[in-house]
């Protein structure tokens, strides 16, 4: 079965990222405490969506229906708003112990080979350090607040505005107050005005004007505001193709939110299977058969992963899987001989090997 889970990821309230620290990973030798013989379990693999969306913030102004009046524009926010839109999304994979694909290694006595494993048991490495890769990392940010955000306009506003109990008649004001600041700032442009201050302090002045103006004219036209976030999110894949099952969502409320959050616009996935693993052949090609004790490692296959949203697609990708794959495995005697060790490395996703080589003595 196909299931989706989220990863608990919220969005902060500053500018901040979260990197997940590698899995630990830990060493253990064969010796005879544990009668040279050391367990180990293959990975099913799981794909990880990473997606990113931003939020947008509109606001109306409370004079908002006095803009074409006195300002003599149309375009302005009427009614405040909130939306969400995916901007980008990614996938990559990663394993998971597998139960059913749990193995021992028996070596013989008086060599000492070493594996390495994570902490939930998956091989990664015979030999050989190994470590599984960092997870992706994930950021949010906060929205620049606004003019009127908490009614930060009212410092701009002159005594005469505050002081009249109209609508109408405080929005005229306003717009008074921001054709003296436009007469004011193309004085002190021109050198017109009747004090010119130097550089320092003309660019002050300048920047002041600009301020206020833009705090006032907000009143009348709204503001926009975005901010950013991303999400991780799981799917399982199993052994047969799907077709657009529910990812996650992407919601104007809460952003991006797990598949059973139903105020959300879906994004789907969709899995095509492209090959199945298949056991290596000899010369004459026929199959081989599993070597004796063998060190059991995974042949993977492969499929093929697209996310749409809203009839787009907006990701692809091609990934092994261990779950459509084949067990094979290795002569245990290559990793403990005396004359000269081999080492392994496999896959944390799919079991498959990566590396195989003599090990340094």
Do not use: H
Request: aromatic share 8%.
């Amino acid at each position: 079965m196909n299931t989706i889970n989220k990863v608990a990821i919220s969005a902060a309230a500053a500018l901040m990222a979260f990197t997940a620290a590698a899995q630990r990973t830990q060493k253990f030798t064969a010796d005879r405490n544990n009668e040279y013989g050391l367990t180990y379990k293959l990975p099913t693999t799981r794909v990880r969506i990473l997606a990113t969306a931003i939020k947008t913030v509109r606001k109306a102004g409370p004079y908002w229906q006095y803009a074409k009046k006195y300002l003599g524009t149309s375009d302005v926010i009427t009614a405040d708003s909130q939306t969400w839109e995916l901007t980008g999304a990614s996938m990559t994979t990663y394993g998971v112990p597998d139960d059913s694909q749990q193995f021992l290694m028996q070596f013989k006595g008086g060599q000492a080979p070493f594996i390495m494993k994570t902490a939930d048991d998956l091989l990664l490495s015979i030999n050989s350090e190994n470590t599984v890769p960092l997870e992706p990392s994930l950021s949010a940010t906060v929205g620049r607040e606004t003019v009127l955000d908490d009614n930060n306009y009212l410092s701009s506003l002159s005594g005469d505005i505050l002081a009249s109990e109209s609508l109408s008649k405080r929005a005229e004001l306003a717009a008074q107050q921001i054709y003296k600041i436009r007469q004011s700032r193309s004085d002190y442009a021109t050198g017109e005005a009747d004090t010119m201050p130097d550089g320092a302090a003309l660019k002050l002045i300048m920047q002041q004007l600009d301020e206020q103006e833009a705090a006032l004219t907000a009143m009348f036209v709204g503001t926009t505001s975005t901010s950013t976030a991303s999400q991780a999110f799981e799917f399982n894949p199993g052994t047969e193709d799907v077709d657009n099952a529910v990812a996650f969502r992407v919601s104007d409320e809460n952003g991006l939110v797990d598949k059973t959050d139903l105020s959300g616009e879906p994004v789907y996935i969709t899995m095509r299977v492209t090959e199945r693993g298949k056991l290596p052949v000899n010369e004459k090609g026929e199959a081989k058969k599993l070597p004796k004790d063998a060190v059991v490692y995974r042949i993977p296959g492969k499929a093929q992963f697209s996310l749409s949203y809203k009839g787009k697609t907006v990701a692809k990708s091609s990934f092994d899987l261990a779950q459509l794959g084949i067990d094979f495995g290795l002569d245990p005697d290559l990793f403990s001989n005396k004359k000269q060790q081999s080492y392994i490395k496999l896959s944390p996703a799919t079991g498959a090997v990566v590396e195989l080589g003599n090990a340094a003595r």
